[in-house]
């Protein structure tokens, strides 16, 4: 309604017309037969809604406040407030004449009716529709499949783009672009527009009590700001390549964990920076999925505590606030291969026990090409089974080269032949009754225990003086 009030597009509608045969979806109304019908293929919950707020359908009843210029749904507060008024009762001609009689006769009055007025040219407004004509249907049904599953819908950070570019001409074509051309070409490409721009609405405002999208700031304040955002991005970058041993996000799995990262490297100096600090919060939210939902709030939270005097104390307590403890549990290893937190964990855990490859006992440091490998081979395991297989608590890290070049070994022999040390770098158990595909779970529950170890170990160093948990 506010979009067609205020004469924007609101899409067009598509219709397949057809003297063929066919079955409407509703019992009401029933289409009438006179030769040639006209369905509707694309565009029906715009059509049904605005057949419904037209005719005041209690289920959908939409109200205008002309002093707000605002549209909204009727609740209980705009029942109470006579601002608002129901928009079936100005579109209908009986009760717009009741509404403009008890309008005062004064020049509040004429600005009001001219307000009413414009909702009414509600009436004339025109939606263009496209006709599928001599199609038959089946075609027609391959039509609406192909506007509904395959259109690619836009992306938040195309239109926060879009407001900013329209505010700050050039500003993303000469500045931005080229940046995240050059984040992409260095592997942290899940390091995306938003991102940036959440961070460099902190940095310009860093004393802000709420954020300030970046097309309310002047462009001077942009400019500035999107000067220490880059800065305070490569420094992001070198802290995770220093505490992690990352060259590349293939393995860290959300590029709003860099968020905060950022807003710390960019307001603090070196000396009250604390890296270690940092990287084992980094960690656990990582596990614990601290932005897989509700990201917008609690990159709000975070970035506050980014102001706080203990920054880290701050961010560990956003992150994991009914504990009383920080660190990791079996239990947080034992999701699929989705669960990308879990799996940067295992590396955490791994790296801490002191990460060498599978096969060729080279330590795994700073390399573009980690992969992942199945302790226990997916191949060995009966095919109803098979897909238990992809669990966190059965990968190990190696080179990309070393993985592609194995077969399925069974795994009580290829493990035999690893050396213990290495074993022990990837948290292996060393009970060689486990390397069986029949004692799977055993094997994955000892390991569970092993990687919540590692990674609680590497939190000890990381975050001394916390109280980190215990995996038993």
């Given at each position: 309604?506010?979009?067609?009030?205020?004469?924007?597009?609101?899409?067009?509608?598509?219709?397949?017309?057809?003297?063929?045969?066919?079955?409407?979806?509703?019992?009401?109304?029933?289409?009438?037969?006179?030769?040639?019908?006209?369905?509707?293929?694309?565009?029906?919950?715009?059509?049904?809604?605005?057949?419904?707020?037209?005719?005041?359908?209690?289920?959908?009843?939409?109200?205008?406040?002309?002093?707000?210029?605002?549209?909204?749904?009727?609740?209980?507060?705009?029942?109470?407030?006579?601002?608002?008024?129901?928009?079936?009762?100005?579109?209908?001609?009986?009760?717009?004449?009741?509404?403009?009689?008890?309008?005062?006769?004064?020049?509040?009055?004429?600005?009001?009716?001219?307000?009413?007025?414009?909702?009414?040219?509600?009436?004339?407004?025109?939606?263009?529709?496209?006709?599928?004509?001599?199609?038959?249907?089946?075609?027609?049904?391959?039509?609406?499949?192909?506007?509904?599953?395959?259109?690619?819908?836009?992306?938040?950070?195309?239109?926060?783009?879009?407001?900013?570019?329209?505010?700050?001409?050039?500003?993303?074509?000469?500045?931005?672009?080229?940046?995240?051309?050059?984040?992409?070409?260095?592997?942290?490409?899940?390091?995306?527009?938003?991102?940036?721009?959440?961070?460099?609405?902190?940095?310009?405002?860093?004393?802000?009590?709420?954020?300030?999208?970046?097309?309310?700031?002047?462009?001077?304040?942009?400019?500035?700001?999107?000067?220490?955002?880059?800065?305070?991005?490569?420094?992001?970058?070198?802290?995770?390549?220093?505490?992690?041993?990352?060259?590349?996000?293939?393995?860290?799995?959300?590029?709003?964990?860099?968020?905060?990262?950022?807003?710390?490297?960019?307001?603090?100096?070196?000396?009250?920076?604390?890296?270690?600090?940092?990287?084992?919060?980094?960690?656990?939210?990582?596990?614990?999925?601290?932005?897989?939902?509700?990201?917008?709030?609690?990159?709000?939270?975070?970035?506050?505590?980014?102001?706080?005097?203990?920054?880290?104390?701050?961010?560990?307590?956003?992150?994991?606030?009914?504990?009383?403890?920080?660190?990791?549990?079996?239990?947080?290893?034992?999701?699929?291969?989705?669960?990308?937190?879990?799996?940067?964990?295992?590396?955490?855990?791994?790296?801490?026990?002191?990460?060498?490859?599978?096969?060729?006992?080279?330590?795994?440091?700073?390399?573009?090409?980690?992969?992942?490998?199945?302790?226990?081979?997916?191949?060995?395991?009966?095919?109803?089974?098979?897909?238990?297989?992809?669990?966190?608590?059965?990968?190990?890290?190696?080179?990309?080269?070393?993985?592609?070049?194995?077969?399925?070994?069974?795994?009580?022999?290829?493990?035999?032949?690893?050396?213990?040390?290495?074993?022990?770098?990837q948290c292996i158990p060393n009970d060689p009754?486990?390397?069986?595909?029949?004692?799977?779970?055993e094997f994955w529950e000892a390991r569970r225990?092993?990687?919540?170890?590692?990674?609680?170990?590497?939190?000890?160093?990381?975050?001394?003086?916390?109280?980190?948990?215990?995996a038993g």
């Open positions: 309604m506010d979009s067609i009030y205020r004469r924007y597009p609101i899409s067009v509608l598509l219709l397949w017309t057809s003297d063929a045969e066919a079955r409407a979806r509703r019992r009401e109304p029933r289409p009438v037969r006179s030769g040639t019908i006209s369905w509707l293929i694309d565009g029906q919950q715009r059509v049904i809604t605005l057949s419904r707020i037209l005719s005041g359908d209690e289920g959908i009843d939409v109200v205008f406040n002309p002093v707000d210029d605002e549209f909204r749904l009727s609740n209980a507060a705009t029942a109470k407030d006579n601002n608002w008024v129901r928009v079936s009762e100005i579109l209908d001609e009986d009760s717009y004449r009741q509404i403009r009689r008890a309008l005062p006769e004064t020049s509040r009055g004429e600005r009001l009716e001219k307000q009413f007025d414009r909702v009414r040219s509600i009436l004339d407004y025109e939606i263009p529709a496209v006709r599928m004509l001599n199609y038959e249907f089946e075609e027609a049904v391959d039509a609406f499949t192909r506007i509904n599953t395959l259109g690619v819908k836009l992306k938040t950070e195309d239109i926060e783009s879009a407001r900013v570019a329209a505010k700050h001409t050039g500003f993303i074509a000469d500045e931005v672009a080229p940046f995240v051309g050059e984040l992409r070409r260095e592997g942290f490409s899940r390091l995306n527009v938003m991102h940036l721009f959440r961070a460099c609405a902190f940095i310009a405002l860093p004393d802000g009590r709420s954020r300030t999208p970046l097309n309310e700031l002047t462009r001077s304040e942009v400019g500035a700001a999107w000067t220490q955002t880059k800065r305070a991005t490569k420094e992001a970058i070198a802290l995770v390549r220093n505490q992690f041993g990352l060259v590349n996000m293939d393995i860290l799995w959300s590029g709003a964990l860099l968020v905060p990262v950022i807003a710390l490297c960019a307001t603090k100096s070196a000396r009250q920076l604390d890296p270690k600090g940092i990287a084992g919060w980094l960690a656990m939210a990582a596990l614990l999925h601290r932005y897989s939902k509700s990201s917008e709030s609690a990159l709000d939270q975070d970035l506050k505590a980014c102001r706080a005097d203990d920054p880290i104390g701050k961010l560990l307590t956003n992150v994991r606030r009914d504990f009383e403890f920080f660190g990791a549990t079996a239990t947080d290893f034992a999701g699929r291969l989705n669960d990308k937190g879990a799996m940067f964990a295992s590396y955490v855990a791994c790296r801490e026990m002191g990460l060498r490859d599978l096969f060729s006992g080279e330590s795994i440091l700073l390399q573009a090409n980690v992969d992942r490998h199945h302790l226990l081979p997916r191949a060995q395991f009966p095919e109803k089974s098979r897909a238990g297989a992809d669990t966190i608590a059965n990968i190990a890290f190696v080179t990309g080269a070393a993985n592609r070049s194995l077969g399925a070994p069974s795994p009580d022999v290829y493990l035999a032949e690893v050396g213990e040390q290495v074993r022990q770098s009754t486990l390397w069986r595909i029949d004692r799977a779970e225990e092993l990687l919540a170890d590692g990674f609680n170990a590497a939190l000890r160093k990381l975050l001394p003086g916390r109280r980190i948990k215990n």
